[in-house]
């Protein structure tokens, strides 16, 4: 299995909704990634996640959370959110420090706030 | 903080045409990475480079570590490779991707 599979494809969500963004691969990546990009924009390093320890892009806003139940899959919460935050969110691995693996991204959540 | 430059920004040329899209970087890195988007799609990883060349089908990328500069290539272009070219370096770690802005390929029948 070489992909990384995020779900769901689309979203819509109104801004006082709780919903879940999830990605999951099964490459034995050590490293998952959130990126968040706007239209005609590059991609935006939201979280990383390696060998399961965090680390954040602190211009993140609190009502996105993520989360990490092991090494396979990592989740994103989504709680209050804007129109603003409308957005293609994209999910990624990798081996850190394996020049042999690249990265692999997964087909993205395109999100829609309301 | 790895600095990602593009050129073009966008182009757009007749089927059968030679593409070449550039990319250079202001430090060091472990790898560099070629990226297709599709309009409304996701992210397909192209090449990942750490020296030389490397080929798939009519795509070709090259880079020179020492110039901080890479290159991809597109021979007898054809409108399906109309996309955005995305170049992204990877400076180690997990810290993420740095990537340019994207090179918008327009291929015209």
């Known amino acids: 299995d070489t992909e990384v599979t995020q779900t769901p494809k689309h979203l819509v969500m109104g801004m006082t909704n709780k919903k879940s963004l999830k990605c999951e691969q099964h490459m034995g990546h050590r490293a998952m990634y959130w990126y968040k990009q706007k239209a005609k924009k590059p991609p935006e390093l939201m979280f990383v996640y390696s060998y399961e320890k965090l680390s954040i892009n602190e211009s993140v806003p609190s009502r996105f959370s993520p989360e990490c139940p092991n090494s396979s899959l990592l989740n994103l919460h989504l709680h209050a959110l804007q129109p603003e935050d409308s957005a293609l969110y994209l999910c990624a691995s990798s081996q850190p420090g394996a020049l042999a693996y690249g990265y692999t991204f997964g087909s993205g959540t395109r999100l829609t706030v309301v | 903080k790895n600095e990602v430059e593009q050129s073009p920004q966008n182009l757009t040329a007749q089927e059968g045409e030679f593409i070449t899209i550039n990319c250079s970087y202001s430090v060091g890195i472990s790898a560099l990475h070629w990226l297709q988007q599709h309009p409304g799609g996701g992210i397909v990883s192209l090449f990942m480079?750490?020296?030389g060349k490397k080929k798939h089908g009519r795509l070709i990328a090259t880079i020179n570590i020492q110039e901080k500069h890479s290159s991809l290539h597109i021979t007898a272009s054809h409108p399906r490779d109309s996309a955005v070219y995305i170049c992204?370096?990877?400076?180690?770690?997990?810290?993420?991707?740095?990537f340019g802005k994207g090179t918008h390929l327009i291929i015209q029948p």
């Open positions: 480079l750490s020296s």
């Open positions: 992204a370096v990877d400076g180690g770690g997990a810290d993420g991707l740095t």
